[in-house]
């Protein structure tokens, strides 16, 4: 799997990943390098062109740190930006919270659908504990039902069906009566497929997906058509909504193309990879570790995800010291601001502490703006400034808030919080518990 593109990558960061320095032109060679070989690996091309001037946008602004080299700095950015192509987090299945829950399963003839849908339940019924059941919708080929039957079996599922003589939207209807019935966690509907994404195949699953209101729908695409299979997902994807792939035959695609441009094509996330003919050969599709499978550089990402621990622990207990001796300035804010800005919107940040999706507090509003102000105003001080904020007085504050964009008021805010903020901390860090009300009436 993906062993051409992997050896070709590998070899250009390579090149770069003993380099004390990378000019311009080296970075330039190496995105040609790293463009040809995504190409070659059938990836989509405007993927390949988006991938690569983020890439190439990243390489250039690279600092130069006592930690990692510049090529060390190429080759993680890489792989985050080849994580971030192939979604960013792992996604899972939804499950209800009022059992049975439906997962429906789509795709073209002979793309994995009826593998996949054995392959899934047995993953479940033994990762997740659950009781599963499989419908057999598909009566166009007689042998179709025989092979649920028989694959159904294998993986623990109880199997539904009623022949090849009833019509798939009642089979499924049915099947979800039975499944209540029969208390099961989770159902899932197999459905035959067709050789184009065709308006029959279509109403069928409009239908069906009427019928038994599925909680998940996952297109199944085989990996093995390339670029083909991403034009069908992002076909499908026009007439049909589904939630995410499932990628059949990535044993058989030695290119790669369709795992690495499924997600930017479709814009939906790739949950499971099948790896085989047998019902094992199934896996949660992990975009973090396929990228690390593809770069094939585990030794040298690994020293760099602990170099970076280290500099977040330099910088926690510097930070900390700074803290005790009250040295703390608007230029370590504006740095901490920056720091925790790059990772993404604060509103979804909230939305990922564990415990906090879906609570009160994850729904607060994070004013960007606001932030966007706080910035502007320490840019616009000068380095003594920032370091001595108890001197910003007078026509300090003016010519700050003129350069800001701000008025004399929020500059005074501004100056009067981080003072504020600085004593909390120092009272924190000295065991104090700080009175918040006093906080808040000062504000
Ligand atoms: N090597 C390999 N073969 C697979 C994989 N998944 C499915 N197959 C094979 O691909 C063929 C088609 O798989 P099915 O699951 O029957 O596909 P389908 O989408 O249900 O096909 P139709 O019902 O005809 O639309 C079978 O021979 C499977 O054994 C996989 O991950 N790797
Ligand atoms: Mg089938």
New binding site residues.
């Given amino acids: 799997m993906f062993d051409s593109l992997s050896e070709k990558l590998q070899g250009t960061l390579s090149g770069v990943r003993q380099r004390g320095s990378l000019t311009e032109d080296d970075i330039n060679k190496a995105m040609r390098e790293i463009r040809l070989a995504l190409l070659e690996a059938d990836v989509n091309f405007k993927v390949v062109k988006q991938f690569t001037s983020a890439v190439k946008e990243r390489a250039l602004g690279i600092e130069i740190t006592k930690q990692l080299n510049p090529g060390q700095q190429v080759i993680k950015i890489v792989n985050e930006e080849l994580t971030a192509l192939m979604g960013g987090q792992s996604a899972g299945v939804t499950f209800s919270p009022r059992p049975p829950t439906v997962i429906l399963m789509a795709?073209?003839?002979?793309?994995?659908?009826?593998?996949?849908t054995a392959k899934l339940a047995k993953m479940l019924k033994e990762q997740n504990n659950s009781s599963v059941a499989v419908a057999a919708c598909?009566v166009y080929?007689p042998a179709?039902v025989d092979?649920l039957i028989k694959v159904g079996a294998q993986a623990g599922a109880t199997v539904y069906e009623r022949g090849t003589d009833a019509d798939p939207v009642d089979i499924a209807g049915w099947a979800l009566d039975q499944a209540k019935r029969d208390g099961k966690d989770v159902l899932i509907v197999?459905t035959?497929?067709r050789l184009h994404v065709d308006q029959a195949l279509m109403e069928e699953l409009a239908n069906i997906k009427k019928r038994v209101k599925p909680h998940t729908v996952l297109l199944?695409v085989d990996a093995m058509t390339g670029q083909d299979a991403v034009n069908v997902a992002e076909q499908f994807g026009e007439v049909a909504a589904f939630d995410g792939v499932i990628l059949?035959?990535?044993?058989?695609d030695a290119r790669g193309g369709a795992a690495l441009s499924v997600k930017a094509v479709t814009g939906k996330p790739i949950l499971f990879a099948?790896?085989?003919?047998k019902l094992g050969?199934f896996e949660k599709f992990h975009p973090d570790r396929m990228a690390q499978r593809i770069l094939g550089m585990g030794d040298v990402l690994s020293f760099i995800e602990r170099a970076e621990q280290q500099v977040d622990q330099d910088e926690a207990k510097e930070l900390e010291r700074k803290l005790r001796k009250n040295q703390f300035t608007l230029e370590d804010f504006l740095d901490q601001l920056k720091k925790i800005r790059r990772m993404g919107p604060l509103t979804s940040l909230l939305g990922m502490i564990p415990g906090l999706a879906g609570h009160q507090l994850s729904k607060m509003n994070v004013d960007e703006k606001e932030l966007d102000r706080v910035e502007a105003m320490i840019l616009s001080m000068t380095p003594y400034e920032r370091r001595h904020p108890e001197l910003i007085k007078g026509s300090r504050r003016l010519r700050i808030a003129k350069g800001s964009g701000t008025t004399v008021q929020q500059v005074n805010q501004l100056v009067k919080q981080f003072d504020q903020m600085r004593k909390l901390m120092r009272g924190i860090q000295q065991g104090k518990m700080p009175d918040l009300g006093q906080i808040m009436r000062q504000r």
């Fill in positions: 795709g073209l003839q002979g793309s994995g659908k009826t593998t996949a598909d080929r179709a092979q197999d035959s497929g199944v059949s035959k990535l044993d058989g099948s790896t085989g003919e050969d």
